[in-house]
């Protein structure tokens, strides 16, 4: 039966990230822990002058097989699994001479590492780790008589328990460390049962794993009384989730959806062309804008929108300089994206104490394949991450008139903006900007109608004589069930639209827009996004 004390007299330790290794294994030396060891950890205790004996020796097996078989053996995983003053158990250590062991410390080939870094198949493979799991799973299920770490974080938490408790550690503690051992060894099992299945090609395995380790804990969720936390993942697609943050206070649940959304948004322009610029709000963009420079972009993104913008989040495609720096600071704003800000915008932005700067190193490649999760009563969806861009697809005029030039860069403008808009969505744009957004209605038809009311108060704010829909596109995520959609945007002034078609009632709506003199482009792909 537990006990809530159990003494440290014997550890096991076999580590891939040596860091701390040494000064936390010269503590427990200090306390009369005999230590064993495997091969590389043996040699790094060695070296520094710790008395260690090596698994090889114990078990009278040598690593063998490229040190794929090292510690699956009875004197390794009996010493971890056997119940302390249990009878039987201690007759069958005491037969074969079995000898406890009390802290397991273990950290695993870094698989996740290689994956990353782009390994090969058989890198990655190699980096599997067997004997690492297998013993972290005995200790932490006989977690009422062992310790195991697998996490160089909680050395410190074991050294400072150990020291005020003569050299044992809590149950409290032991079942905290089996928690976070049996979460790791999930991770890393998802992990690689996603990358097989990956590159194995099966698009719906039988069974699906999600793995994440702890960003950090949330001041609290969506609202104040959910709690929250943020698990980073395998992915390694620059965003939010790799973002170094400079300044400022740690980002809320809000703050990263918004911040996602924003850097997803961005992604889809080229940094090598215009500078590109959105303005998110509760996920939605209420503003995207492009131009020479990133300052010029901004402006024409806020102009979309100025009253919405305040308190959104921004993300830029390229480094943040000085003279965006000096517009973003003149309004509240909760935080900024970017691939990089140089010393000049980082200064200005330091004197905006409560603003969060993230810098992320790169824009995530918005080809790249990759899966989107959501949860639902009962289970989780996912989906390939929806890749398809404009600059793609073979684009069909089914109108008597075709576009301008310019009406045609402002329609692709339109749709890779439209794609990160919550659906029915609508996006009206002109001169590489939006103009007015309508999102998240239930009927079509209302979307345009928002988005030509967000034109005309758009106008207003920066004094313009007429709505800014006038001479405008509009780019739909969805095709048109009527046309009464499309005749709401040719009041507002829309001169030419693009949508994916595909409506039993597209004939009537393409003579809709005949009627109207407009042009219409047909994308043959539709970007829902609820």
């Known amino acids: 039966m537990a006990t809530d004390l159990r003494r440290i007299e014997r550890a096991l330790l076999s580590v891939s990230d040596k860091t701390g290794l040494v000064d936390f294994a010269r503590f427990l030396h200090g306390r009369g822990v005999a230590l064993v060891s495997t091969g ?12 260690v004996t ?4 114990l078990t009278g097996f040598p690593e063998m097989m490229d040190g794929r078989l090292k510690t699956l053996h009875p004197l390794v995983h009996g010493g971890l699994l056997a119940i302390r003053e249990n009878p039987s158990h201690e007759a069958a250590m005491l037969a074969h001479n079995i000898r406890p062991i009390d802290l397991l410390v273990v950290n695993l ?9 782009g390994g090969s198949v058989a890198d990655c493979v190699e980096n599997i780790d067997i004997g690492g799991p297998a013993m972290i799973r005995g200790a932490a299920k006989n977690h009422d008589d062992v310790a195991v770490v697998v996490d160089v974080a909680d050395y410190a938490r074991v050294r400072d328990e150990m020291e005020a408790n003569d050299g044992a550690i809590t149950l409290k503690t032991r079942r905290g460390l089996a928690q976070k051992a049996y979460a790791r060894t999930a991770a890393y099992d998802a992990g690689i049962a996603s990358h097989l299945a990956a590159t194995a090609l099966e698009e719906a395995p039988a069974f699906r794993a ?18 929250a936390a943020f698990y980073r993942t395998l992915d390694a697609r620059p965003g939010v989730g790799s973002a170094e943050l400079i300044q400022g206070k740690a980002l809320s649940y809000n703050n990263i959806g918004d911040a996602d959304a924003a850097f997803e948004m961005v992604a889809e322009f080229d940094p090598a062309g215009p500078a590109a610029v959105a303005i998110i709000k509760h996920a939605n963009p209420c503003g995207v804008g492009t131009g020479a420079t990133p300052a010029e972009a901004y402006a024409r993104a806020l102009r979309c929108d100025p009253v919405s913008a305040f308190g959104g989040v921004v993300a830029v495609n390229r480094a943040v300089d000085a003279a965006l720096a000096a517009e973003l600071a003149k ?7 970017a691939p990089d800000a140089d010393e000049e915008a980082r200064a200005i932005l330091g004197a905006k104490k409560n603003l969060r700067l993230l810098l992320t190193g790169g824009l995530p490649d918005r080809r790249a394949a990759g899966q989107v999760w959501r949860t639902v009563a009962g289970g989780f969806l996912v989906q390939d991450r929806d890749g398809a861009t404009v600059d793609d697809l ?9 576009p301008t030039s310019e009406e045609m860069e402002d329609l692709a403008f339109g749709f890779r903006v439209v794609k990160h808009v919550k659906s029915n969505a609508i996006v009206f744009a002109r001169g590489g900007a939006t103009v007015g957004i309508g999102a998240g209605q239930m009927s079509r038809v209302d979307s345009v109608r928002t988005a030509a009311w967000k034109a005309e108060e758009a106008a207003k704010a920066a004094g ?6 006038r001479g405008a596109v509009m780019a739909s995520d969805a095709f048109f069930p009527f046309a009464d959609g499309l005749e709401a945007a040719v009041a507002a002034g829309i001169t030419a639209v693009i949508q994916p078609g595909g409506s039993l009632r597209d004939a009537e709506v393409v003579a809709a827009a005949d009627k109207a003199g407009i042009a219409m482009v047909l994308t043959g792909v539709r970007h829902f996004k609820h």
Do not use: C, M, W
């Open 40 to 51: 590389g950890t043996r040699d790094a205790l060695a070296a520094a002058g710790l008395p």
């Open 54 to 57: 090596e698994v090889a020796d």
């Open 109 to 117: 080939y870094p698989f996740e590492a290689t994956v990353a870094r």
């Open 210 to 227: 999600l793995g994440g380790t702890l960003g950090e804990a949330l001041r609290y969720g969506e609202n104040p009384h959910q709690k």
């Open 331 to 337: 309004i509240f704003t909760e935080a900024i994206i």
């Open 394 to 402: 073979d684009l069909k005029v089914v109108t008597k008139r075709a």
């Open 464 to 469: 313009a004589a007429e709505s800014l829909a």
